[in-house]
């Protein structure tokens, strides 16, 4: 049957709602659903086979914008939400927008099981090191020491990365990007779209109004080559605006080394390999930071496994396979009966 | 009787939520817990200042949601230290599994509800079905009317809830919106007389910790054949007596702080201009105010109309409701929220309750859903209504207010 899509090839605007976008102007979310809507259209879907799964929090107002099915939901909740939806109908293409409080404060719990179990949703992370809907009180991802209205004498929680839980997790499939470099949040997002299972992305986002420039260095053209190194599956950690600075393993821990100096070539950095079986490696990358060292973009693992919704539907065919297909007639009637005595 | 002693008046200008913080403060607690939600946010936020400016000695945690935050203060309350939290809408819903363990231990905490319209659809505004839909659960209920009744009300609940006849939780509700975030002149209470009024800290309660005494809390009942069920059964008749307990324990404590710092609220229900009426309105929270000014205005105009604000909702009030409204022909109760099943409003149902023993009619009027104002027209339209049921004595329909207004 032919797709409306090879009839009328969709386009951006497809994708475009009629809803006002209430984001405050300057909010890094636009670039994200900018993207988002480019991409869709190259994906062979049919629009109606679109669902946009979200919680409470700025971030979570995506679905509004989107002319696809969609729900905002509960605040933490959307992947538990999501899950039932894919699992009841595989053939959807289900996304969750979700935010750093959203994910991994009140919804934390759901986060990790939706990266273990390893179901067919794309995760998209907003994550700008804030609660914004609630007019910025410290998260989650929030730095120690931070003053917010709610850390008045600064936050004494350590905060956690969304790319080592997920990898801690299990994940299949964790990325990076960042709202300014709308190139790269595209590249990511048509990645984790084409990945079986789940499929975690995680956009450094700036709140202009309760966290401006939480990623500064990274979207300031004069400093994000220095700040960020691009991960590229099987060629080495290089960056900096020269192109001349690299990441070495020594010993178990990262060295920050200037190619050329003290005989270090490309040969001794280390080298992406996104799929590489065990997780240490991405889990090392995960632990890069601003300022000692550059914040890793790009795809950090990406592992084929069986997804979950295929095992399922699996399981339930085997299970027909072997003994037939149920007859509720001879299950009542059936020899699996006692006396009560 | 005088006021034992008349403390220099010290006003501040602030709205709900900061007056809320300003109690808190005052009753010197020892450990908050926190996640925010609109419009509760500014008031931890406020308490995270007090304690920063070394006003307030508190422990303060922001956890990662509310299930969390009740669970906290569980453990806090458990080491006898006095706990407080504030939430409303989703966040009580999240909170329910703990939320309803509480009363049950006999936790004497103190919770403000800044009311908010559930869900679905998803609304930020105010309306008392969060509360509502949580009344039988075993916390005391209290409702605010105004700014100072908050800040009176939030320090009064500590004496409430920890007082041995009663020692249950305590919510003290004040409504989103209206009065979280309207301002005005409050008086505060001199921090030394508030010391004096919430007497000897006393953490003797039922399941505190005590090393001379040591428990595990909460075991698992046995089922029906063994003394799992009497226990139990013994266990809810004695958090019914508590709850029974509180209602003169609270016209107590009203009076007390009436002597202590002059400003008298009413405990339990406050009746207005029901001298010689005919007509009563029954209200609750800050609705009550645009009430009062409908009946002035009835009054005015020669109806004999008064009004009975219930603060305290639970424990009900029933006796003391039913004998401000003996007098009436008619009653017309109007609520912020719905009781699903009957297709009409909670505190009507109440009210019909406390009224079995008369044949006075009363109707059922819902209004303020989501924020919505119940203006003195509103208001005006509800007495309208209760002449009308004065008069024809035949059942009503609930009276759908703002509707399309
Ligand atoms: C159960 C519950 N608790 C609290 C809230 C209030 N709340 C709404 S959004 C939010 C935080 C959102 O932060 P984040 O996920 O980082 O999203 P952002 O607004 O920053 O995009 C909170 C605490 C709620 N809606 N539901
Ligand atoms: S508050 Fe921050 S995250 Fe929310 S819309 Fe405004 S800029 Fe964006
Ligand atoms: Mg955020």
Redesign the pocket.
């Known amino acids: 049957m032919n797709s409306p899509n090879d009839i009328h090839p969709l386009t951006k605007k497809d994708f475009e709602s009629d809803q006002d976008v209430r984001w405050c102007p300057g909010c890094g979310?636009y670039s994200v659903l900018a993207q988002v809507q480019k991409i869709l259209p190259t994906l062979g879907i049919a629009r109606e086979n679109f669902a946009f799964i979200s919680?409470?929090?700025?971030?979570?107002r995506f679905p509004y914008y989107m002319e696809t099915y969609g729900m905002h939901s509960?605040?933490?909740r959307a992947p538990a939400i999501a899950t039932g939806l894919k699992l009841s109908r595989p053939e959807l293409s289900v996304w969750v927008v979700?935010?750093?409080?959203?994910?991994?404060?009140?919804?934390g719990n759901h986060f990790i099981h939706a990266m273990r179990r390893n179901i067919g949703l794309k995760i998209i992370l907003?994550?700008?090191?804030?609660?914004?809907?609630?007019k910025g009180?410290y998260?989650p991802?929030s730095e120690m020491g931070k003053r917010t209205k709610s850390t008045p004498m600064g936050s004494i929680d350590r905060p956690f990365s969304p790319v080592a839980l997920a990898l801690g997790a299990g994940a299949t499939f964790v990325a990076r990007s960042v709202d300014s470099d709308v190139k790269h949040v595209a590249s990511m997002l048509e990645r984790a779209a084409a990945h079986k299972g789940t499929a975690f992305v995680e956009i450094l986002?700036n709140?202009v109004v309760?966290n401006d420039d939480a990623y500064g260095a990274l979207s300031n053209k004069a400093t994000r080559a220095d700040a960020g190194v691009f991960l590229e599956h099987g060629k080495p950690l290089v960056f900096g605006k020269d192109r001349n600075k690299g990441i070495k393993l020594s010993g178990w821990s990262p060295e920050l080394v200037t190619l050329g100096e003290n005989a270090v070539s490309e040969a001794d950095l280390v080298v992406h390999d996104e799929k590489a079986a065990n997780g240490g490696l991405a889990f090392f990358l995960s632990q890069l930071e601003n300022p000692q060292f550059p914040v890793p973009l790009g795809v950090f693992r990406d592992l084929e496994e069986p997804a979950y919704e295929e095992l399922n539907k699996a399981m339930a065919e085997g299970a027909r396979a072997t003994k037939g297909p149920g007859d509720l007639g001879r299950l009542l009637n059936g020899g699996e009966t006692w006396t009560i005595k | 009787m005088n006021a034992v002693l008349q403390p220099k008046p010290n006003y501040i200008v602030c709205d709900g939520n900061e007056a809320a913080a300003w109690a808190v403060s005052l009753a010197q607690v020892d450990m908050v817990a926190v996640?925010?939600?609109?419009p509760q946010?500014s008031l931890v936020e406020y308490l995270a200042k007090f304690i920063a400016d070394g006003r307030l000695g508190a422990e303060i945690v922001d956890v990662e949601?509310?299930h969390s935050v009740l669970s906290v203060l569980q453990g806090a309350t458990l080491a006898g230290a006095r706990t407080y939290t504030a939430?409303c809408?989703?966040?009580l819903?999240?909170m329910f599994e703990p939320y309803m363990r509480t009363p049950g231990m006999r936790l004497p905490m103190v919770m403000t509800i800044v009311t908010r319209d559930t869900l679905t659809p998803q609304s930020?505004w105010g309306g008392h079905q969060d509360a509502m839909s949580v009344r039988e659960v075993g916390w005391i209920q209290i409702y605010c009317e105004n700014l100072q009744e908050i800040l009176d009300t939030t320090i009064m609940a500590y004496r409430i809830a920890e007082h041995h006849d009663v020692m249950l939780p305590v919510n003290v509700c004040h409504d989103g919106n209206y009065l979280s975030f309207a301002t005005g002149r409050v008086e505060l209470p001199d921090a030394a007389e508030v010391a004096a009024f919430l007497g000897q800290r006393d953490v003797n309660w039922h399941v505190a910790l005590d090393p001379d005494r040591p428990m595990a809390v909460d075991p698992l009942t046995g089922g029906a054949g063994g003394p799992g069920p009497a226990l139990f059964v013994r266990y809810r008749k004695g958090q019914c007596q508590g709850m029974q307990n509180s209602l003169a324990v609270i016209e107590e404590v009203h009076a007390d702080w009436a002597r202590r710092f002059g400003r008298h609220h009413a405990p339990l229900v406050e009746a207005y201009r029901m001298d010689d009426a005919e007509l009563a309105l029954v209200t609750l929270g800050s609705m009550t105010g645009a009430a009062k000014d409908a009946v002035d205005e009835a009054r005015a105009r020669g109806q004999k109309v008064g009004l009975a604000k219930v603060k305290t909702y639970r424990p009900f009030p029933a006796k003391k409701l039913a004998e401000i409204l003996a007098p009436v022909k008619a009653v017309a109760v109007v609520d912020r929220s719905v009781s699903f099943g009957w297709n009409c409003g909670p505190l009507y149902q109440d009210t019909l309750a406390a009224l079995q023993a008369s044949n006075i009619p009363a109707m059922s009027c819902i209004g303020g859903l989501a924020g919505a104002d119940i203006t003195i027209t509103h208001f005006a339209r509800v007495i309208e209504a209760c002449a009308e049921l004065a008069e024809k004595r035949s059942p009503v329909d609930t009276l759908w207010l703002n509707e399309h207004d």
């Open positions: 979310d919680g409470i929090g700025c971030s979570s509960i605040h933490g979700t935010g750093d409080g959203d994910a991994l404060a009140i919804g907003l994550n700008n090191r804030i609660y914004g809907l609630t009180q998260s991802t986002q709140c309760f | 996640y925010p939600i609109t946010s949601g509310e939430s809408g989703p966040g819903a999240f930020v």
